[in-house]
């Protein structure tokens, strides 16, 4: 589920009165809420929903050099609304944020992007797709896709192709969040292969790998209780895949949720309870970075490590992204993301 748009909340006037983490507990105001057993129609649904409150296209890669050295890549794009209306120029009421990162070993390279809807700075189009914020860009049919960023610091030029299907989390992409109904729309494309250029400090160099691409909608995804996530995008080496998210609560406790995906797409959903995750070791600022991961169901006993203890995204709200490895039960790749440690 991401930090995704829920981040974008907090740039923007009601931050100082938000519920839950980044305001995402605050009252719909007006606009559209998620609905049980939805119908999507796509290429529409890749587009832009502005009835609804946040939204966003969240991108995370596994990406290896020809010499074995790993690293992560995020592409992000937010959009919030302001009011449910609609307007034109100034007077649109979208907000649209960017972040960009690049996570090796040794270094963790973050950017930012802040626009304003309306003004063609920033926007999506679904047909032809194309999701933008200045120059950076994703765009293509959802089977083959272009991905370009860049930063002082960082730059990478990216080529993805879909190897399998769409899949929807939850009841059939009705996602929810929290014991009181909360809940957003949320379907993955986690089968990207994806293969380009990292432009780093040190030179170009030239990975392979497999990507995560996450859509998701709502207006209030989370209760007022509900303080962060640690949400988990695992490949394993045997073809399966898992997402799975951890959101914690004031009163100590977690609601979970989780998707089992099978090689050929076929998806099986676990409501809160199913999965668990329980840290195992913090970095220096006290954030978890090592986990044990358990999906009973599943026979799932695995431990997470980040392949850089300080992935931390120095954004306008700060969290946790970055790549990391799954040993035990599952051998693979992955990506965590930490919101609710800052």
């Given at each position: 589920?991401?930090?995704?748009?829920?981040?974008?909340?907090?740039?923007?006037?009601?931050?100082?009165?938000?519920?839950?983490?980044?305001?995402?507990?605050?009252?719909?105001?007006?606009?559209s809420?998620?609905?049980?057993?939805?119908?999507?129609?796509f290429?529409?649904d890749?587009?832009?929903?502005?009835?609804?409150?946040?939204?966003?296209?969240?991108?995370?890669?596994?990406l290896?050099?020809?010499d074995?050295?790993?690293?992560?890549?995020?592409?992000?794009?937010?959009?919030?609304?302001?009011?449910?209306e609609?307007?034109?120029?100034?007077?649109?009421?979208?907000l649209?944020?960017?972040?960009?990162?690049?996570?090796?070993?040794?270094?963790?390279?973050?950017?930012?992007?802040?626009?304003?809807?309306?003004?063609?700075?920033?926007?999506?189009?679904?047909?032809?797709?194309?999701?933008?914020?200045?120059?950076?860009?994703?765009?293509?049919?959802?089977?083959t896709?272009?991905?370009?960023?860049?930063?002082?610091?960082?730059?990478?030029?990216?080529?993805?192709?879909?190897?399998?299907?769409?899949?929807?989390?939850?009841?059939?992409?009705?996602?929810?969040?929290?014991?009181?109904?909360?809940?957003?729309?949320?379907?993955s494309?986690?089968?990207?292969?994806?293969?380009?250029?990292?432009?780093?400090?040190?030179?170009?160099?030239?990975?392979?790998?497999?990507?995560w691409?996450?859509?998701?909608?709502?207006?209030?995804?989370?209760?007022?209780?509900?303080?962060?996530?640690?949400?988990f995008?695992?490949?394993?080496?045997?073809?399966?895949?898992?997402?799975g998210?951890?959101?914690?609560?004031?009163?100590?406790?977690?609601?979970?949720?989780?998707?089992w995906?099978?090689?050929?797409?076929?998806?099986?959903?676990y409501?809160?309870?199913?999965?668990?995750?329980?840290?195992?070791?913090?970095?220096?600022?006290?954030?978890?970075?090592?986990?044990?991961?358990?999906l009973p169901?599943?026979?799932l006993?695995v431990?997470?490590?980040?392949?850089?203890?300080?992935?931390?995204?120095?954004?306008?709200?700060?969290?946790?992204e970055?790549?990391?490895t799954?040993?035990?039960?599952?051998?693979?790749?992955?990506?965590?993301?930490?919101?609710?440690?800052?």
């Amino acid at each position: 589920m991401n930090v995704k748009a829920l981040l974008l909340l907090c740039w923007m006037p009601c931050v100082a009165t938000a519920q839950g983490f980044a305001g995402l507990g605050t009252e719909v105001d007006g606009f559209s809420v998620p609905q049980p057993n939805p119908t999507f129609h796509f290429p529409s649904d890749h587009g832009a929903h502005p009835e609804y409150r946040i939204e966003w296209w969240y991108l995370t890669a596994n990406l290896t050099a020809a010499d074995g050295t790993p690293y992560g890549l995020q592409w992000t794009l937010f959009r919030s609304a302001l009011a449910p209306e609609t307007g034109a120029g100034w007077s649109a009421p979208q907000l649209w944020m960017g972040h960009a990162a690049v996570t090796t070993p040794d270094n963790h390279y973050v950017s930012e992007r802040l626009a304003r809807g309306g003004i063609g700075q920033a926007g999506v189009t679904a047909e032809p797709f194309e999701a933008w914020i200045d120059d950076w860009v994703l765009q293509g049919d959802w089977q083959t896709m272009q991905m370009t960023a860049s930063a002082p610091d960082f730059a990478y030029d990216m080529a993805l192709t879909a190897k399998g299907p769409l899949v929807f989390h939850g009841e059939g992409g009705y996602s929810v969040k929290s014991a009181a109904g909360q809940a957003s729309y949320y379907y993955s494309q986690p089968f990207f292969a994806i293969t380009g250029t990292l432009q780093l400090p040190e030179g170009d160099i030239a990975v392979t790998g497999n990507a995560w691409l996450d859509r998701e909608w709502s207006s209030q995804p989370l209760a007022d209780n509900q303080t962060g996530w640690d949400w988990f995008s695992l490949s394993f080496d045997d073809g399966a895949k898992l997402m799975g998210f951890r959101l914690q609560q004031t009163d100590g406790e977690n609601f979970t949720s989780a998707t089992w995906i099978m090689p050929d797409g076929t998806t099986t959903a676990y409501a809160d309870g199913a999965l668990t995750a329980t840290p195992l070791a913090t970095n220096a600022d006290d954030v978890p970075v090592r986990w044990r991961v358990e999906l009973p169901a599943r026979g799932l006993d695995v431990t997470v490590a980040a392949i850089n203890d300080n992935a931390w995204m120095t954004t306008s709200v700060p969290y946790w992204e970055g790549p990391v490895t799954v040993t035990g039960s599952h051998a693979g790749i992955g990506y965590l993301e930490m919101t609710g440690y800052e």
